[in-house]
């Protein structure tokens, strides 16, 4: 169950790190679209956690519902990371 847990986090890491450097550069410097996908990521991983107290065991992909909540959870984590640094690098005045 680790190790389809780590494998969807970085899957799902990947496709949000994409998803955010993308819409941090075409947006403006005012603009936090670059936070969305991670903030709708964050949500999500929140909503299965809950789900898992209250559901019965499922296994989706060989993880449960609390392990794809920990999965996205971790990849809302390091999106916001990589997300902010590209978002203080368009916006650095050196």
């Known amino acids: 169950m680790v190790e389809s847990v780590i494998t969807i986090g970085a899957i799902l890491t990947a496709v949000t790190a994409i998803a955010s450097i993308f819409l941090v550069r ?4 005012k603009s936090h679209a670059g936070y969305y996908p991670n903030f709708l990521l964050a949500i999500v991983g929140l909503l299965l956690i809950l ?10 992909m060989g993880a449960g519902f609390g392990g794809l909540g920990i999965a996205c959870l971790f990849a809302a984590a390091l999106g916001f990371i990589i997300s902010s640094v590209m978002d203080s690098y368009k916006n650095a005045e050196a």
């Open 51 to 60: 789900v898992s107290s209250v559901a019965p065991k499922v296994d989706i």
């Open 26 to 29: 075409m947006t403006s410097k």
